[in-house]
C-alpha cells in the first residue's frame, strides 16, 4: 500500500525535481537526497518507499536530465501520476524502467495522503481511502517491454542476442 | 497527402517512403552531441551493461560546457570522465577546455550540423539545429548510451504545428521576442511531444544566429523539435563554417502536408517581451511591465550568447555605465575572441560588466553568477523556473540581449527602443 503525495501544480519542472546546482553527480543516493528539494523541502523525510506522486498537466518539463528521475528512484517513488508528462521526461522514465502513469484530473480523483495500490498490469489505481477504482491507460506494449526488461539498455542487450 | 519536412527527415532515416505522425520507427542518428553533465553517466551505463563501445567515432561531438571550468570537485570529475573517455575512444571532434564552448553555439560554428540529418544530444536544447532544417531532439542520458552504442534510436513521428511569422521585425524587437510572444500564446505544453515548423517572411530578415534563438526554445513549448526550411540564408552560413563540404540533403514540406495546426503570428506588432517568473510561457510586453527593479544581468547561454546578440548588448552600453551586477558570457572561444577584436570588451568594461569564459554557467544555476534569496535576473537564457538561477526564492525575468543590456544600464527593466 502506497501514499499518494498531491501537488495541485500543473509544469513541475526537472529543475524543481532536482536543482542544477546537484548536477554535479550522477549518483542517485546523492540526488535522492535533493528530491523535490525545490517544490517541497519536506518531500525526501515523508515519501515511504512505494509512494507516489500526483500531479497535474506536463509533469518533468524542462531539462533532459534523466537525474531527475534518478532521484525519483532513489527517493523511493513508485510512480508518478500526472495528467500529462513532458515528453523527454517521459522517455528517460521508460528507459530507465520506472512507470509513468497518465491519468486525467489525476489530483481531482486522488486526495493528498490517501493510501492508494497501482496494478501496472491491469492499469488501474485502487483508492483505498476513497473506495474507488481508476483506470488509466497501459503505456504501448513496446514500452512495457522495455520497462520489464529493466530499462533500454537491458532491452537492447536483450534484443541483440 | 504529402509530408512535412520532419517527417521527410524521420522517413529517410528510418528508410521508408513514407512515414506519419504517430507511427514508431527506428532512425538512424547522423550526429550525437554530448557534454558534461548527461554524459559520463550514459559512458557509466555503458561500461556497466558491457556494451562500451562507440558506433561511429566521426559522429559524435563531445564538448564540456555546462560547468566548464570546473566549477568545483564534483563537476571536475565529470569532466574528467568525460575527457578519459573520449581520448580512449578516439572521438574526432572532441573540444575540450579553451576550444569547449556552450555546445549548441559550439556545433553550428564548427561545422557540425547540416540540414537533412538527425541530430540527438543530451541536452534539451538540442531542438537548436532545427534552424538548419535538421531533426533534432534532446535525450537524456539512456538514450544518449543507446544512441552512441547503436546510431540508432527509436521516435515516434510527431505531429506538426506550423507557425507562420509574417511582417517586418520593428526596432527594438528581435528573436528572442517572437519566441517568447509563440511560448506565452501557446503554453509550455502547447506543442507537447510535437513538431513547431516556422515558415514566413519574417525569418527571410533574420540571420541563422537569430533563427537558432527561434527553435533553441521550441522546448520551452514542449515541442520534440523546431524546425526551420533551408534557404540562401542557410546555405551562406553553411559554405562559411561547413569543415568537410560534403553534400548534404535538402527536404522542404510539401504544398499538401499534413498540420495538425497553423497559427499565424504578425511579428510587426511584437513590442520587447519579457517573460515574467516562473515559466518561460510568462511573456508580457515592456510596456506591461517596465519598471521591475533587477539585481542582476545575465547576457549569454545557448539562446542569446553568440557574436550577434554580444553587438547587440554592446551597442547598447556603448558609453554608459551599468547599475547592477552585470555579467557577459561569449558562448563559444571564436565568439569571445570576436568580441575582443570587435572592441565588445571594451564596451563592456568600461560599463563596468564582468566577462566571463565561455559557460552555460549560471543559466542553470551553476555558477558565474548564481543569485541569492530575493534577488531578480533580467537574463538572455531560456527559462525562469523556481531556482533556475539559484536559490528557490530568486526570480529571473527572460529577455532579448537588447532589453537586457538596457536594463542593466537603468537597474530595473526598461524598454530598449530608447536606446536604440
Not at chain 2, 17 to 26: F, Q, R, T
Not at chain 2, 169 to 197: F, P, Q, R
Request: contains cysteine.
Amino acid at each position: 500500500m502506497a501514499k499518494a503525495h498531491v501537488y495541485k501544480r500543473d509544469h513541475i519542472n526537472t529543475d524543481e525535481i532536482i536543482p542544477a546546482r546537484y548536477l554535479n553527480t550522477d549518483n542517485m543516493a546523492e540526488l535522492a537526497a535533493h528530491c523535490m528539494e525545490d517544490l517541497d523541502t519536506n518531500f525526501v523525510k515523508k515519501c515511504k518507499p512505494g509512494d507516489c506522486i500526483v500531479a497535474g498537466d506536463d509533469f518533468g518539463c524542462g531539462s533532459s536530465r534523466e537525474h531527475a528521475v534518478w532521484a525519483l528512484q532513489g527517493a523511493k517513488v513508485g510512480a508518478v501520476i500526472a495528467n500529462s508528462f513532458a515528453r523527454i521526461f517521459y522517455r528517460n522514465c521508460i528507459n530507465c524502467g520506472f512507470y509513468p502513469i497518465e491519468l486525467e484530473d489525476a489530483a481531482g480523483k486522488i486526495n493528498d495522503g490517501d493510501e492508494i495500490e497501482v496494478d501496472y498490469k491491469k492499469g488501474v489505481i485502487t483508492n483505498i481511502t476513497r473506495e474507488i477504482e481508476l483506470t488509466f491507460k497501459p503505456l504501448p506494449d513496446f514500452a512495457i517491454e522495455i520497462i520489464n526488461d529493466g530499462g533500454l539498455l537491458e532491452h537492447i542487450k536483450k534484443s541483440s542476442h | 497527402m504529402g509530408m512535412t519536412i520532419t517527417e521527410k527527415i524521420l522517413a529517410a532515416a528510418a528508410g521508408k517512403s513514407k512515414v506519419e505522425p504517430g507511427d514508431l520507427i527506428d532512425a538512424k542518428i547522423d550526429c550525437i552531441m554530448c557534454h558534461d553533465v548527461t554524459t559520463p553517466a550514459a559512458i557509466s551505463m555503458l561500461k556497466e551493461k558491457g556494451i562500451d563501445k562507440v558506433f561511429d567515432k566521426e559522429k559524435i561531438v563531445v564538448t564540456p560546457d555546462h560547468f566548464q571550468p570546473a566549477k568545483d570537485i564534483k563537476s571536475a570529475e565529470l569532466h574528467k570522465r568525460l575527457d578519459t573517455w573520449a581520448r580512449e575512444k578516439e572521438i574526432r571532434y572532441y573540444y575540450p577546455l579553451g576550444k569547449a564552448g556552450v555546445c549548441h553555439a559550439l556545433l553550428p560554428e564548427q561545422g557540425h550540423i547540416k540540414p537533412g540529418e538527425v541530430i540527438v544530444g543530451g541536452d534539451s536544447h538540442t531542438c537548436t539545429y532545427g534552424a538548419f532544417a535538421a531533426f533534432s531532439t534532446g535525450i537524456g542520458s539512456t538514450d544518449l548510451a543507446a544512441a552512441i552504442a547503436t546510431g540508432t534510436l527509436w521516435f515516434r513521428v510527431p505531429e506538426t504545428i506550423k507557425f507562420v511569422l509574417n511582417g517586418k521585425l520593428s526596432k527594438g524587437v528581435y528573436s528572442k521576442d517572437v519566441i517568447l510572444a509563440v511560448i506565452a500564446k501557446i503554453g509550455t505544453d502547447g506543442a507537447l511531444y510535437k513538431a513547431m515548423e516556422f515558415v514566413g517572411p519574417t525569418l527571410k530578415e533574420i540571420s541563422m544566429e537569430a533563427r537558432m534563438t527561434i527553435t533553441n526554445m521550441a522546448i520551452e513549448a514542449g515541442a520534440k523539435n523546431g524546425i526551420i526550411g533551408f534557404d540562401e540564408i542557410t546555405k551562406k552560413y553553411l559554405d562559411e563554417h561547413l569543415k568537410d563540404k560534403k553534400a548534404y540533403k535538402v527536404y522542404e514540406s510539401d504544398k499538401n502536408a499534413n498540420y495538425e495546426q497553423t497559427i499565424e503570428i504578425d511579428c510587426s506588432k511584437l513590442e520587447p517581451i519579457v517573460a515574467l517568473p516562473h515559466l518561460p510561457s510568462g511573456g508580457q510586453a515592456i510596456s506591461k511591465c517596465s519598471g521591475i527593479k533587477m539585481d542582476q544581468a545575465y547576457i549569454g547561454s545557448c539562446t542569446n550568447g553568440r557574436i550577434e546578440d554580444l553587438r547587440i548588448a554592446a551597442s547598447i552600453m556603448r558609453g554608459k555605465k551599468v547599475a547592477i551586477r552585470t555579467i557577459i558570457v561569449p558562448a563559444t572561444p571564436v565568439i569571445w575572441k570576436q568580441a575582443k577584436d570587435e572592441g565588445l570588451f571594451d564596451i563592456f568594461y568600461e560599463a563596468d560588466c564582468v566577462i566571463s569564459a565561455p559557460t552555460c554557467g549560471a543559466c542553470l544555476g551553476g555558477f558565474m553568477g548564481i543569485l541569492a534569496a530575493g534577488e531578480k535576473c533580467v537574463s538572455t537564457t531560456n527559462r525562469n523556473f523556481v531556482g533556475r538561477m539559484g536559490s528557490p526564492k530568486s526570480e529571473v525575468y527572460l529577455a532579448s540581449p537588447a532589453t537586457a543590456a538596457a536594463s542593466a544600464i537603468e537597474g530595473k527593466l526598461v524598454d530598449c527602443r530608447k536606446y536604440l
